[in-house]
């Protein structure tokens, strides 16, 4: 017994050494060039930081006071929010929406899906320099169809009111064939058998659709839901290239005050704060948006 | 597990072989904005710019063009890790930020005194930061912001092509008149095209002449690196804001659907802008050869007043942990000397900074820099209070607030004057 | 094919639906298309001019002049290639480790791997480009690379993929004397390699078109991958002409949406298989 113990030990004890030798890489990488930098930054924030001088004065949560009361900021996060609230439910739903009809068979339906998906894998800053040109109020394509229908013309980029929405149709256009083929493979995930039996039973399309088919594609909208809403916190390439935050801060949004903050008032305590700021909203609604989730769970 | 390990040290050696020369003591960098930004930075793409400088002292000098809207980002990070350019070609607005992180090297006293006593009196307020201290060289062709016109407009309109608007009143006036419409009633061209989307100091800089006109002022005290306090939220300030808000609503003679003014003024989407002139004298040209363009003064509150409008200027500065300082400093005075400032003007048609150089052709004979030399008396540059940019991002973001109707005028300059109040006391720790 | 009048009616109205939208899916790149080869005056035409009145190619060739794009597909390509190769390699043994294995501090190691996600890089940037500039990685490849030698997707999909490997095929090749290392080099890696196909296809989008992290560590103009090299190519004024502006668009985009048709059956399967963006 005691020569088989010793293998099964050596054996057991290669292994853990294996494990951390795997591991290893990713760990010692990640740590260096994300976690480091990122615990670094956490620090910052209860700090007043002159990186210059390399005087760091410990102000405790002055930072995080000084960010409930700043204007700039408090625009910068309601924008964002705004932002997160449409663009994460609208996506969703345009998304499921053309899934359902791409679910159906029709002629050339392959090129189709090809072509919605297409925006995918374009770089968002020149598919959003290719937008900053149709937006031009003067010369753009939008505002020269609305002429040509007799429409108003809109300042798109140029107005508090609209610039807003103008980045939000951007990013809809954007992401929508992403939402649209996640939904299908959900879809055709969903065994023929029980819609099947639905409609035996005799119920609608409607009903079908209500009843069965969207409780069991809750795995994928809680997907789609919280991953959207994680990448809609962190929007900035499109604004940084459409709008830079204007005009008059209308899409200020708290990634690019923060950028702001740090590289142009070098105020890295504050914009240290304001990632903290981030990250535990991003966190908090990720986490409220998984709890949530788990009570749609039906499996089958 | 060895093969492994070496396997993958042989990858990633070759990883960590930087990319750039290391041969730090023979060559120097210059770092500058690359593409349209500002007409004094264009010569830097020219390879034969430093030719003779290389020639002369064997030291390598490599430009690089830096991306506009990262570089002030840029050169801070660069700094906080001491491996930043060794000559910086910034904008003027960005030094007190700068000063303010204790990064530049300051011009030796000597050379100052002697430069402050030869150039003429705008490079003087320039490069003066207050009794005799330089902090960099300005650009030659430096720039002054002036009233340009389209001269066909006003004739179409009525107009006397040569005679611009002198006060406020014939300005709205003058707008008004040059204003067209479609059938639809939307504006196709504006008469004055204005500033107010993208970074709050460009829109305070296109806005300087109206707010100093009307007797307001950024900062109480234009020389001072600390203290002071916000001097706009004032019946000036109002009223330099009211007056383009008049212009929108009541007179309807602008817009803000228009782009940049610049641009509008050579697509001829405006017939008149305010703005440095140096960018419609380069631009035109090749953009707009058609053009016949007109320079004068901007316009002033009230007859009898005098015009103010905004002196600016790249500068070009060393950086306290630049790692060839020695050498950077030579190169600097070689640009800035006298024949150099001479040669350089000529060829790139800026105007040139030294007194005497203004006694020579081309400059003394050329009908474009006599007018701006005209405009010079009038400039004034912005404050060298170490809070500018939050004074600046106040003040800008109030005027844009206003214009869009996110802000009433009052509540907006009164926001603003507290924000850069805070932003003065916050540099002045 | 249909089993009455109103499926076929249906069907077309759904046709109709599906080729609208379309149709305003590729309007942008088709207008950026048109616009980079039409003469400068149709651009500001009203009515549009869908066909362009000639086809000129003056605004490629301004563009192709103006920065180095031969150089950027050139460090686009090395940073992809070098980032995806690098991920691949340990994502797969640290997948491996991750779904094999018991060790202590896993569970750990596994959500601080994941927790990585939710920092953007923006947040990171600044300490990041310090700490690189202190070693004398800014503006080389290994700075680029710094953040992008492994992915914390590749790792969590591969132990997803590998965790559906009986164990036994495991216990055979050891019993058989393979090595760890060769374990997974020559059993594991081969049985999942439709997943390591899908997550290099990824990691290569994402790669390709990153932009902050570039635009922040290169300086050089010799060193920019594609999208800071487009970016530099717009300035926020209006001061650049729409017709080189969309070239850049063109020259930028292009490849990429080439590529794309070519293999978008399997892209769209590997996206919406795994879920992710990229």
């Not at chain 2, 002292?57 to 690089?64: L, M, N, Q, W």
């Not at chain 2, 008149?177 to 989307?197: C, E, M, P, S, W």
Request: some cysteine; glycine content about 6%; proline content about 5%.
């Amino acid at each position: 017994m005691p020569a088989i113990r010793r293998l099964i030990l050596r054996l057991h004890a290669r292994h853990v050494w294996h494990a951390y030798l795997f591991v290893a890489p990713i760990i010692i990488l990640f740590g260096a060039f994300r976690v480091a930098p990122s615990v670094q930054t956490l620090l910052y924030s209860v700090y007043r930081v002159e990186l210059l001088r390399g005087r760091f004065t410990f102000i405790g949560l002055e930072n995080f006071r000084e960010l409930l009361v700043d204007r700039a900021f408090q625009q910068a996060a309601w924008n964002t929010l705004v932002y997160v609230l449409v663009i994460v439910p609208v996506s969703a739903a345009l998304g499921l929406l053309l899934a359902v009809l791409f679910d159906t068979r029709f002629p050339l339906r392959e090129l189709f899906k090809a072509l919605y998906f297409a925006p995918m894998v374009t770089s968002t800053v020149a598919a959003a320099v290719v937008w900053w040109w149709l937006y031009n109020p003067q010369f753009g394509l939008f505002n020269v169809l609305l002429r040509l229908v007799g429409l108003p013309i809109q300042p798109w980029l140029m107005s508090s009111r609209t610039a807003l929405l103008s980045i939000l149709l951007f990013s809809v256009w954007k992401g929508i064939g992403y939402n649209m083929v996640v939904y299908l493979a959900g879809l055709q995930a969903i065994p023929e058998s029980f819609v099947e039996a639905a409609r035996i039973d005799g119920a609608g399309g409607f009903q079908r659709f209500w009843r069965i088919t969207l409780p069991l594609l809750a795995p994928t909208t809680a997907f789609l839901l919280i991953y959207n809403s994680i990448q809609a916190f962190q929007v900035f390439d499109q604004v940084f290239v459409l709008t830079s935050g204007g005009p008059a801060g209308s899409t200020n949004v708290i990634v690019l005050d923060l950028y702001r903050q740090a590289f142009e008032r070098y105020n890295f305590g504050y914009a240290a704060a304001e990632a903290m700021f981030l990250f535990l909203l991003t966190l908090g609604v990720t986490v409220l948006q998984y709890v949530y989730s788990k009570r749609f769970e039906v499996s089958y | 597990m060895q093969r492994r390990t070496v396997l993958k040290l042989a990858l990633t050696a070759p990883l960590l072989a930087s990319r750039r020369a290391w041969s730090q003591s023979k060559a120097i960098t210059l770092w500058y904005p690359a593409g349209d930004i500002t007409a004094g930075a264009a010569h830097f793409s020219d390879k034969s710019f430093f030719a003779p400088y290389e020639a002369k002292t064997g030291v390598k000098v490599e430009a690089v063009g830096l991306d506009y809207d990262t570089m002030q980002q840029k050169i801070f990070a660069a700094a906080a890790a001491k491996n930043v350019g060794d000559i910086l070609f910034v904008d003027g607005s960005w030094v007190p930020g700068f000063l303010k992180e204790d990064m530049l090297d300051a011009v030796p006293d000597a050379r100052s005194k002697a430069w402050l006593d030869a150039v003429s009196p705008e490079i003087r307020t320039l490069s003066d930061y207050g009794k005799g201290r330089m902090w960099g060289y300005p650009q030659y062709g430096i720039d002054i912001y002036g009233l340009t016109w389209n001269k066909d407009h006003f004739k179409e309109a009525g107009l006397d092509p040569e005679k611009p608007p002198r006060t406020w009143d014939e300005f709205r006036d003058y707008a008004k008149k040059l204003t067209k419409r479609d059938a639809q009633g939307n504006i196709t061209r504006v008469g004055y095209a204005i500033r107010h989307v993208g970074h709050p100091h460009g829109i305070v800089h296109k806005h300087f002449w109206a707010l100093y006109g009307a007797g307001a002022s950024l900062v109480d005290d234009p020389l001072a690196l600390r203290g002071g306090k916000a001097n706009f939220n004032n019946d000036g300030g109002r009223a330099a804001v009211k007056l383009v808000l008049d212009m929108l609503d009541v007179d309807k003679s602008t817009s803000l659907n228009f782009p940049d003014p610049r641009a509008a003024l050579l697509k001829g989407l405006a017939s008149m802008q305010i703005s440095e002139t140096v960018s419609i004298h380069e631009r035109a040209p090749k953009e707009a050869p058609e053009l016949k363009w007109g320079l004068s003064a901007t316009p002033v509150r009230k007859a009898g007043d005098k015009p103010i409008t905004l002196l600016g200027s790249w500068m070009y500065a060393v950086p306290k942990m630049a790692k060839n300082r020695e050498a950077a400093w030579q190169l600097l005075e070689w640009i800035n000397t006298p024949e150099q400032d001479f040669e350089m003007c000529k060829k790139y048609a800026a105007t040139p900074r030294y007194k005497v150089n203004w006694e020579r052709d081309p400059f003394k004979s050329n009908a474009y820099d006599q007018a701006l030399k005209q405009i010079y008396p009038y400039g004034k540059p912005l404050p060298v209070n170490l809070g500018l940019n939050g004074v600046m991002d106040a003040v800008g973001g109030a005027i844009q607030k206003t214009w869009h109707h996110e802000a009433k005028l009052e509540e907006a300059l009164a926001e603003a004057e507290r924000a850069a109040n805070k932003a003065i006391a916050d540099a002045a720790k | 094919m249909w089993a009455s009048p109103l499926r076929a009616l249906g069907t077309v109205a759904i046709l109709v639906v599906v080729a609208g939208g379309a149709v305003l899916m590729i309007l942008p790149f088709y207008w950026m298309l048109v616009t980079a080869l039409s003469p400068a005056t149709d651009v500001m035409a009203f009515p549009p001019k869908w066909i362009p009145s000639r086809v000129t190619l003056e605004h490629l060739w301004y563009a192709l002049q103006k920065a180095p794009w031969h150089l950027y597909y050139w460090n686009s390509l090395v940073v992809a290639v070098v980032s995806v190769g690098f991920s691949l390699l340990f994502g797969l043994f640290a997948g491996y480790a991750f779904a094999v294995y018991r060790f202590p501090l896993q569970n750990v190691l596994f959500l601080l791997i994941l927790s990585t996600l939710m920092v953007p890089v923006q947040v990171t940037s600044v300490a990041l480009y310090i700490q690189l500039s202190r070693i004398g990685w800014v503006d080389t490849y290994a700075g680029i690379l710094a953040p992008n030698f492994a992915s914390a997707f590749g790792v969590f999909l591969l132990r997803q993929a590998i965790r559906q490997i009986p164990q036994e095929l495991i216990e055979a090749a050891r019993i058989d004397g393979a090595g760890e290392t060769r374990i997974v080099l020559t059993l594991i890696a081969p049985l999942v390699r439709t997943m390591l196909a899908t997550v290099a296809m990824i990691l290569f989008l994402g790669s390709w078109n990153d932009f902050l992290w570039p635009v922040i560590v290169i300086n050089s103009a010799n060193l920019r991958t594609l999208p800071v090299g487009m970016a530099l190519f717009k300035d926020p004024y209006g001061n650049i002409n729409y017709g080189p502006l969309m070239a850049a668009a063109v020259i930028s985009t292009g490849p990429m949406l080439i590529a794309y048709a070519v293999s978008q059956k399997f892209m769209i399967r590997g996206i919406a298989t795994t879920g992710l963006k990229g």
